[in-house]
């Protein structure tokens, strides 16, 4: 059974056709970075995955079940891409952290501070989140996900803001919980990708379709992060 199942997948704004026969699987154990141009429809892709938009036609399956069927969100973990407005209310980071454990039972504080932990915050865990830096609140906001546990992640961007070790850290994060079987998938333009190729697939959008990259379109992505490579089929 795919984590995520999308067939066919067409969505419009106003009209204006975004995406157009949209098709992919992601897998539990799988870690799959989705690129593509500025305005091709990536985050879109996001929020109708999460049923924040409708789709026009085609079919979301998430964990078997129709989207329109699927309860059980609590598996879905989801980062957008603009996180600014996260940060103007006063909360500090371990409160942030502790919402994402809602309804939970047991060491929730435990839970929060040792995801915390993961991402290097834990030294600031008392901080107020509108006082700390665009990366620093990046990590608290994982460390919000990382604490919950979901099945599957939908990352806008994940590592945007990161500095080159803290990326690192996070691709250990991701990666060991595609390992323990989380399905991943992650939109990002991030070029140090190129060290963990072998071990996740790279989707390109564009044109409205969604393409899987061959080991030659990465290594020409990864060239030059600027050009895309098009949409030969491999
Ligand atoms: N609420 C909206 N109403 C109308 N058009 C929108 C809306 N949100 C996004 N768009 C348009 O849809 C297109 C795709 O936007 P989207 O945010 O999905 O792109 P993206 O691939 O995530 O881009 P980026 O790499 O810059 O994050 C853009 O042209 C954008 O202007
Ligand atoms: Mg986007």
Request: proline share 3%; aromatic share 6%; hydrophobic share 40%.
């Amino acid at each position: 059974m795919n984590t995520i199942e999308i067939k066919n997948l067409s969505f419009d704004y106003n009209g204006l056709c975004l995406l157009d026969g949209v098709s992919l699987e992601v897998k539990r154990g799988e870690l799959v970075r989705l690129t593509g141009p500025n305005g091709s429809g990536k985050s879109t892709l996001l929020k109708l995955i999460i049923g924040e938009l409708q789709p026009k036609g085609g079919r979301i399956r998430l964990f078997g079940q129709d989207i329109s069927a699927f309860r059980d969100w609590r598996k879905v973990g989801y980062l957008t891409q603009n996180k600014a407005g996260q940060a103007n209310f006063p909360a500090s980071a371990m409160e942030v952290v502790m919402t994402g454990l809602y309804g939970e039972k047991g060491n929730l504080r435990g839970r929060a501070l040792e995801a915390l932990k993961l991402v290097g915050m834990e030294g600031h865990k008392d901080a107020l989140i509108g006082r700390l830096s665009g990366g620093q609140l990046q990590r608290i906001m994982m460390a919000r996900l990382l604490a919950a546990r979901h099945e599957l992640l939908l990352l806008d961007e994940p590592m945007a803001g990161l500095d080159a070790e803290a990326c690192e850290m996070m691709y250990g994060i991701l990666f060991r919980l595609a390992e323990e079987g989380a399905a991943c998938l992650m939109v990002s333009h991030d070029i140090s990708w190129r060290a963990h190729i072998p071990r996740g697939r790279t989707l390109c959008l564009e044109y409205g379709s969604v393409v899987e990259l061959g080991r030659e379109q990465l290594a020409r992505e990864m060239e030059n992060r600027h050009a895309h490579p098009g949409r030969a089929k491999v």
